[in-house]
T-cell receptor, first 111, second 116 residues
């Protein structure tokens, strides 16, 4: 069966500091991978998606970036965090042309 | 106007009640429909997935899709306190090649509380 991992589970960072969140998927190959952000009391906002190694599509202009160095690894980064970057970050994977399955999430607080 | 509209609630019902959760959408290209359940501070969990009009049943849950009205529903029978969560509808379009792009559009989520 497939499993998706995210770490860290929680993170508190000062404004202006860098960020690196990691997501890995087990039990499947060549998945579509997604990064979402969920602000408190709001819906899911798609940030990035990837259909293959090195292939990243950005949905929202911002100071975040994503990379996919391996088939089942997806990384979300920032060089300098803003207060507005606080939120619940979710990684998801999906079989190509199908639905999505979410990881446990990372709760980021920028102070 | 948002592509997907979902009443945020909150919705509070007694244990054993039938719950109806609804979403409307404006994009006629949406062909795949999903319902997710999200417990507090957890990732969303896929509950139901359908791509055709009509009803799909799974235990106490029934997903209903009406493409002509651009309206989907999730019914929960015999609701339990453990059903207390946020419920998110999600949809995706079918690409020109007959396959979904895999990009989902979500509703805002409905907060449900089932009290004993």
């Amino acid at each position: 069966s497939q499993t998706i991992h995210q770490w860290p589970a929680t993170l508190v960072q000062p404004v202006g500091s860098p960020l690196s969140l990691e997501c890995t998927v087990e039990g499947t190959s060549n998945p579509n991978l997604y990064w979402y952000r969920q602000a408190a009391g709001r819906g899911l906002q798609l940030l990035f998606y990837s259909v293959g190694i090195g292939q990243i599509s950005s949905e929202v202009p911002q100071n975040l970036s994503a990379s996919r160095p391996q088939d089942r690894q997806f990384i979300l980064s920032s060089k300098k965090l803003l207060l507005s970057d606080s939120g619940f970050y979710l990684c998801a994977w999906g079989p190509p042309a199908d639905t999505q399955y979410f990881g446990p999430g990372t709760r980021l607080t920028v102070l | 106007q948002k592509e997907v509209e979902q009443d945020p609630g909150p919705l509070s019902v007694p244990e054993g009640a039938i719950v109806s959760l609804n979403c409307t959408y404006s994009n006629s290209a949406f062909q795949y429909f999903m319902w997710y359940r999200q417990y507090s501070r957890k990732g969303p969990e896929l509950l139901m997935y359908t791509y055709s009009s009509g009803n799909k049943e799974d235990g106490r849950f029934t997903a209903q899709v009406d493409k002509s009205s651009k309206y989907i529903s999730l019914f929960i029978r015999d609701s339990q306190p453990s059903d207390s969560a946020t419920y998110l509808c999600a949809m995706s379009a079918m690409g020109a090649g007959g396959t979904s792009y895999g990009k989902l559009t979500f509703g805002q989520g409905t907060i449900l509380t089932v009290h004993p």
